[in-house]
């Protein structure tokens, strides 16, 4: 297929791709851009995830595993959940493959007149669900806390008043969500990753500082957490202003409904957004929702055990995915098919070859990892425990979860939308069943984690086989050829990595923050070279990439 010919475009009349005098794509440039842009997004990412875990450590330090803790961590479920489904990623995931039509047109005031038109609808919806929510806010806190017993549990009254004092980060965060999907658009991953690192700055002046200032009682104080968290999501906003008006765009108060490409990315939204928020609502909502009947602490527990899944997820499958469906929507639109293939399968590849050592490790250390970073202060031993028999079933998925983010959206991409989303809405009864039936059996609350994790595996097996049908083929042998060989390297990391952590135990005395400091480090400082070195001696294709990338950076090989 001759990157010349002449390429496709969307004609807004007939409502179909039809021949346009688009730019001839480079397909060289798709593998560089993919690249530099999910390295950018990975240093963003850890820079985030460091903060998100003083974030973390500080409200566990300072507030403990308590009824407080609890109200806050299930309030901050509803304002976070409202801006995910009607903006977060799902306005992105709709909106970016029509931006990219524009610019593939040379357009990019087009676009911009499109994303005002967006902006302005999507922040009446969010004032409109912002309000709704301060209105039934005691509705909502029975439907994500349902072991809350109004008039007896004190979490109730408290989860519901710090509810509605966090809406306002709802109409905030979706002012965000146009202003990254446009910058990502744009080839530009810098600052939306970076907004996460001073988002997670607020939270924590929050705990540190305002918490302090309120001063009182510790169900007082966590209003500052609330504010807090408040004054992150402005200080997103405000740092991708400038580079976005540097790329043209400039605000306008209009709202047009005739627009075809409104349209269509109202049409698309909507399947957008329920196969995402089915993602969502599986890793993060529903766990947290069966954790309040496993009584106090448990919820925040199980919120722990998930921020540090959340690591490698953000740091490989939504870095190296949200670098890659930029230029898949391109080259889907473009027809250029057959190199959309390469990059789905070169980004999978990548995905699996990072989250699977992650996984191994995870589970191997999940004690001593949860012990280091967590056990301080009002956090007690008996839920460092918890946390850690979480984060080892959680750990079970992760490599499952972290695919779905490209699958995903090369389905967007394609401009085909209903697909996740009703396979989403499948899995997510599935898993919903396997959640309660599990955590009645001995695993009692461990149960809630491996059901999430087997229902993340149902559900990228299921897409994935579709993708391939739909695409007549994906490179699927080259991928699996590319597991098979990353998964027996992490599983012989996993056994070294035991090995050494058994021998730290036979070295130190006790099982304190030492050492398990000692295991932690000394797992990563063994373990990762192992992984390597297997991986290179299976002929991992990514192993043999990441090698020569690693002797480039230190200047041993031209």
Known sequence: MSNARVLLEFDQTKGRLVAG???PYNGGMSKSVVAKGAAILMVAMVASRLLGYVREKAIAHYFGDNWWTDAFVSAFNVPDLIYYLL????????FIPIFREYLARDDAEGGHRVASSLLNLMLLALLAAGLLAVIFAPALVRVIARGYTPG???????TISLTRVLMPQVVIMGISAIFTAMLQSHDHFTWPAIGWCVYNLGIITGAVFLAGLIGGPPEKQVYGLVFGVLLGAVLIVLIQLPTLRSKGFRWRLTVSLSDPDVRRVLRAWLPVMLALAFSQINLLALPQWLGTYFGDGMVLSVRLAQRLILVPFSLFGVSIATAAFPTMSTLAFSGHLQEMRRTFSRSLSSILFFTLPSA????VLALPVTRL?????????AA????ASMLMFFAIGLAALCALQVINRAFFALREVSTPMKVGAAVFIINLLLCVLLMRTSLTYRGIALGTSIGFCINALILFELLRRRMEGIGGRAIADSFIRSLGAALLMAVVVAVVAGAVDRLTVGGGLQGAALKVFAGIAVGAPVYLAAALSLKVPEAALAWQRLLRRLHLRR
Do not use: H, V
């Open 21 to 23: 005098k688009c730019k």
């Open 360 to 363: 191994a490790g995870l589970m």
């Open 373 to 381: 970073l967590w056990k301080s202060g009002e956090y007690s031993e």
């Open 152 to 158: 007896i549990d004190p979490r109730y009254e408290l």
């Open 87 to 94: 903006a977060g990623g799902a306005l992105g995931a709709a």
């Open 384 to 387: 460092t425990a918890a946390n």
